[in-house]
């Protein structure tokens, strides 16, 4: 959703990680909001499991390789991975972050039961909307998304202060990079 709040914005910090032409990130800044969208309902309402795992996974590797890319042209920009409303920038914790939501699409894909077929998701809908909207499995669900993203923050930001910290300081007047 915060993707969607600064659709101008986002598409700036598309163009800013400099990995595809012009035209391609303007259509993937409007196609990736309603992408992960799309994927997150899925997953809430357990459709199409395998597939949404497949289609996560494909974008998180993407994600991951563009990250890496501008790491290593030692790049200092954006994540604009919760969208505008975040203001951290990459690093490696964020790379972290990635793969072990990667591992986590591998083991949905690997576990989930193979449901295709419309007519599966239709049988089960009514009843797996009635289970997800019961008080019973709201505050424990939204707990455990709480609790999943709070860690993921402080894998991500543990990691970026070891690589910070594991970092020789160099001054600027004899740094390899003065200039850049």
């Known amino acids: 959703?915060?993707?969607?709040?600064?659709?101008?914005?986002?598409?700036?910090?598309?163009?800013?990680?400099?990995?595809?032409?012009?035209?391609?990130?303007?259509?993937?800044?409007?196609?990736?909001?309603?992408?992960?969208?799309?994927?997150?309902?899925?997953?809430?309402?357990?459709?199409?499991?395998?597939?949404?795992?497949?289609?996560?996974?494909?974008?998180?590797?993407?994600?991951?390789?563009?990250?890496?890319?501008?790491?290593?042209?030692?790049?200092?920009?954006?994540?604009?991975?919760?969208?505008?409303?975040?203001?951290t920038t990459i690093g490696w914790g964020?790379?972290?972050?990635?793969?072990?939501?990667?591992?986590?699409?591998?083991?949905?894909?690997a576990l989930a039961p193979n449901i295709i077929s419309p007519m599966n998701w239709f049988s089960n809908l009514k009843q797996d909307v009635l289970l997800f909207f019961s008080v019973n499995t709201v505050l424990p669900l939204g707990l455990l998304v709480a609790f999943g993203f709070l860690t993921l923050r402080l894998i991500e930001e543990g990691v970026n202060l070891g690589h910070r910290v594991s970092q020789p300081r160099s001054s600027s007047h004899g740094s390899p990079h003065a200039g850049h």
């Open 1 to 87: 959703m915060g993707k969607l709040v600064n659709r101008v914005r986002f598409e700036k910090a598309v163009l800013d990680y400099d990995i595809l032409p012009s035209g391609v990130a303007r259509v993937y800044s409007v196609v990736l909001p309603w992408t992960e969208l799309t994927l997150a309902l899925a997953l809430i309402m357990g459709l199409a499991l395998r597939l949404v795992a497949c289609v996560i996974a494909a974008l998180l590797i993407s994600f991951v390789i563009a990250i890496v890319i501008n790491l290593r042209r030692s790049r200092i920009l954006e994540c604009h991975c919760y969208g505008v409303l975040s203001a």
């Open 94 to 109: 964020t790379v972290v972050r990635d793969v072990v939501l990667l591992a986590l699409a591998i083991i949905l894909f």
